[in-house]
């Protein structure tokens, strides 16, 4: 199974912005959906964006969309989230995942299930 590592994370005041990168251990991006996902304390881990192994579709949460940027490698080996205008909401630990079915055409996938291969997480703090 791909091995998954998150880096990027920190503190950044109300309006910053971070970049989380993925790492992925093999080349999986080019051939697997790569999605994100954030829990915050006490809460469900919730979907935050997907791309899929083309590169050409990608799809956001309401709550990101407009502020947040899913991108890839073109080699599949690492994974981006551009995060920007960011808010004390959107605190949380981010964690970066990889599809169940290479090559798969179809709704994007916004399910925890849809996803097997999941990093440890990288926290995020937005202060005030």
């Known amino acids: 199974q791909v091995r998954l590592v998150e880096s990027g994370g920190g503190l950044v005041q109300a309006g910053g912005s971070l970049r989380l990168s993925c790492a992925a251990s093999?080349?999986?991006?080019?051939?697997?959906?790569m999605g994100w996902f954030r829990q915050a304390p006490g809460k469900e881990r919730d979907f935050v964006a997907t791309?899929?192994?083309?590169?050409?579709?990608?799809y956001y949460a309401d709550s990101v969309n407009g502020r947040f940027t899913i991108s890839k490698d073109n080699a599949g080996i690492t994974g981006y989230l551009q995060m920007n205008s960011l808010k004390t909401e959107d605190t949380a630990v981010y964690y970066c995942?990889?599809?169940?079915?290479?090559?798969?055409?179809?709704?994007?996938?916004?399910?925890?299930?849809?996803?097997?291969?999941w990093g440890q997480g990288t926290q995020v703090t937005v202060s005030s």
């Open positions: 995942a990889a599809g169940t079915s290479a090559w798969y055409i179809g709704p994007a996938p916004r399910d925890k299930a849809d996803f097997g291969s």
């Open positions: 093999e080349r999986t991006f080019n051939k697997y959906y």
């Open positions: 791309i899929d192994w083309s590169g050409r579709i990608q």
